[in-house]
């Protein structure tokens, strides 16, 4: 059992990020295998699609505590709808509160031991954030039709620099993909690493024995620090990835 735990906890911090296969399944010679990350997420939406059921089935007029956590959600999203979209926003509200409750879902449950962070991969965030990006465009193009790409060209731009300007706001257009889901990866991936770093640390100091027994204390004080500041990061990264969608959603319904 010490050999077992020295070398899982003596393993690279970056093996917790590695996508396993867990049922192979291979369709029209495409792999369809249901991995870790599959896994993990189709928990995280059914677990979210759970206390959402049981909130509304047991709903009181004075909430207990797992109904008051969900009508905490529910009033921070909305908040952000009103803060960014106004009025026009509430058609749109559902959509916005699935995708804070599952990058939510996603980022608490890749907290428990074990378990795997399914935002912790570009993979997952870059392609939320492409349909999210391409879902807005099309909502742009529906509400002005050609106008949209007067977003491109701010109003009272000179003539003669109107190419330079427009290719300016056409990159910076673009960028936003890959600024929104890059910073949701960047910050569960650097987090869990560090964690695990600080957790091998005292491990480490553990198996030595001796004076260093007492000296864990030290970094052990530092990974429960740790643990709690990234449950606060999770909260943080949820609520900043839709800040921002509503942010770039309002961005196409006004043509800033």
Request: overall charge neutral; proline content about 4%.
């Amino acid at each position: 059992m010490y050999n077992i735990n020295k070398s899982f906890f003596s393993a690279s911090p970056l093996e917790q990020f590695e996508i396993i296969p867990l049922i192979p399944l291979e369709l029209f010679g495409l792999n369809m295998s249901l991995t870790n990350a599959s896994i993990f997420l189709i928990l995280s939406v059914a677990l979210s699609i759970f206390w959402s059921t049981l909130v509304i089935y047991k709903n009181r007029l004075v909430p207990g505590n797992w109904q008051s956590v969900e009508e905490m959600f529910y009033d921070t999203t909305l908040t952000l709808v009103k803060d960014n979209l106004g009025k026009k926003g509430y058609a749109y509200f559902p959509f916005i509160f699935t995708i804070f409750t599952i990058i939510l879902y996603c980022n608490l449950i890749g907290m428990v031991p074990y378990s795997f962070t399914v935002t912790s991969h570009i993979a997952f965030t870059f392609g939320l954030a492409l349909s999210i990006y391409i879902g807005i465009n099309i909502i742009g193009f529906r509400t002005h039709g050609i106008k949209f790409f007067t977003i491109f060209l701010p109003k009272g731009v000179p003539l003669f620099i109107v190419p330079l300007v427009v290719a300016i706001e056409f990159v910076s257009y673009v960028v936003k993909v890959f600024t929104i889901s890059i910073r949701l990866f960047a910050n569960m991936t650097s987090g869990h690493t560090l964690l695990k770093i600080i957790a091998g640390f005292v491990w480490t100091m553990i198996s030595i024995g001796g004076v260093f027994v007492y000296l864990q204390i030290i970094p052990l004080v530092l990974l429960l620090a740790l643990v709690g500041l990234e449950i606060g990061i999770a909260l943080l990264q949820a609520y900043v990835f839709t800040l921002l969608t509503c942010i770039y959603l309002n961005d196409v319904l006004e043509m800033h």
